[in-house]
């Protein structure tokens, strides 16, 4: 008999593990409390700019091999673009430098080496100082595990991880940035092409995913709200809908692919995330200069990345609680000055 899975949470953890369990023969259904599919990473209209935008600029380094076999099971991986090679345009506002730093094509980090390749003014003693984060606990805290401080911290540890983490990087889990060093700047250059995707979060990554589950005959349901686990014995019996109840056998699965809040409502005792940090995304209708790269990375300012699309220059300002608060207009101008001033505009 075939199995069953029940999937609760239409974002991309919830597609994936549909994908995987309809490919491997399971009869699937996922369940989406709204409307749309996609959480946290898709796009949408946006009217006052006419264009359809992302939620949020999500960069992907091709050291996330996860996300890639995703991507390459709903046929959609050459949707993520970006340079054959792993080089990142950085600007320092504070003092107008510019440089490019070059992590070359190979799988070990052999542009640490290359004064010409390094990030400018830093020498190799600063990186080898990093190595605590490799094998560093969860536990731990970033700034107690490497110095957070100096060129080296502030020209490429502190945008990376704060990107990375979103929050301030000293704050941060060692052993979080650790898993990221490792699989990105550790594996060399081969991991660390900056990847987008080109059409659209949804376009890319979101659509041809409902699409493939639907030819697959997977119920995807919108507007179905999983309210609460009936449980017998200590395992799952029940998916409570409000009026709608789908009794679970023994041998089904239910994947809970819900973001920390929900997740911890339906499962009281579950350990989650209690506190979490704003990521502002400012989107300009304005067609970028011919030579401004895709990706620019800012430091000393308050813009942090700067993406240049078609007919639009977005950022990104990560851990970004103190400027929730900041009357829009003025915050919008303030960081219009900065993009002026990293963009040449
Ligand atoms: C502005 C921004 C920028 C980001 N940038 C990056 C980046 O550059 N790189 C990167 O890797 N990641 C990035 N992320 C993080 C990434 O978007 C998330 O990690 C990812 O989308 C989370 O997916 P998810 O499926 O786990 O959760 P979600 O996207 O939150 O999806 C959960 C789904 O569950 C649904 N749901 C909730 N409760 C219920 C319920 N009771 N019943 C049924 N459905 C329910 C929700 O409606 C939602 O559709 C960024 C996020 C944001 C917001």
């Known amino acids: 008999m075939q199995n069953t899975a ?11 593990a549909a994908v995987r369990l309809a490919n491997a023969n399971f009869k699937v259904h996922v369940h989406e409390a709204t409307q749309q599919a996609g959480g946290r990473c898709r796009s949408y209209f946006d009217a006052a700019t006419n264009l359809t935008i992302d939620n949020g600029n999500h960069l992907l380094l091709s050291g996330n091999r996860h996300a890639l076999a995703y991507a390459r099971s709903i046929g959609t991986e050459a949707g993520l673009v970006g340079p054959k090679r792993a080089q990142f345009s950085f600007v320092d506002l504070a003092s107008g430098q510019r440089w490019q730093l070059d992590l070359g094509e190979s799988r070990l980090p052999l542009w640490v080496f290359d004064r010409a390749r390094r990030v400018p003014d830093t020498g190799l003693m600063e990186y080898l100082a990093l190595m605590p984060l490799i094998w560093a606990s969860k536990g731990r805290l970033l700034g107690d595990a490497i110095p957070c401080r100096g060129t080296l911290y502030r020209r490429l540890v502190q945008p990376l991880l704060l990107a990375a983490l979103n929050v301030d990087p000293p704050e941060g889990s060692a052993g979080l940035a650790g898993a990221v060093v490792r699989e990105t700047l550790l594996a060399g250059g081969q991991a660390c092409r900056p990847l987008i995707a080109r059409d ?33 014995a200590g395992s799952v019996a029940e998916l409570k809908f409000g009026g ?5 056998r023994p041998d089904d699965a239910v994947v809970l692919a819900v973001p920390p809040r929900p997740a911890a409502t339906l499962l009281p005792g579950l350990k989650t995330p209690s506190k ?22 800012v430091v000393g300012g308050l813009v942090e990345w700067l993406f240049a699309f078609p007919q639009r220059l977005s950022v990104t300002i990560s851990n970004g609680d103190r400027l929730v608060d900041m009357p829009r207009e003025e915050l919008a ?6 993009v002026c001033k990293a963009g040449g505009v």
């Open 276 to 297: 979490f940090r704003a990521i502002v995304n400012a989107h300009f209708r304005f067609d970028p200069p011919k030579d401004m790269p895709p990706i620019l990375g």
């Open 244 to 248: 709608d109840v789908i009794g679970i």
């Open 200 to 232: 659209g979060l949804s376009a890319v990554l979101i659509e041809p995913a409902v699409r493939l589950l639907q030819e697959k005959s997977t119920s995807v349901r919108f507007g179905h709200e999983l309210r609460e686990f009936g449980v017998s």
């Open 6 to 16: 029940h999937i609760i949470g239409a974002g991309i953890s919830g597609l994936s």
């Open 333 to 338: 101008q303030a960081i219009w000055r900065d």
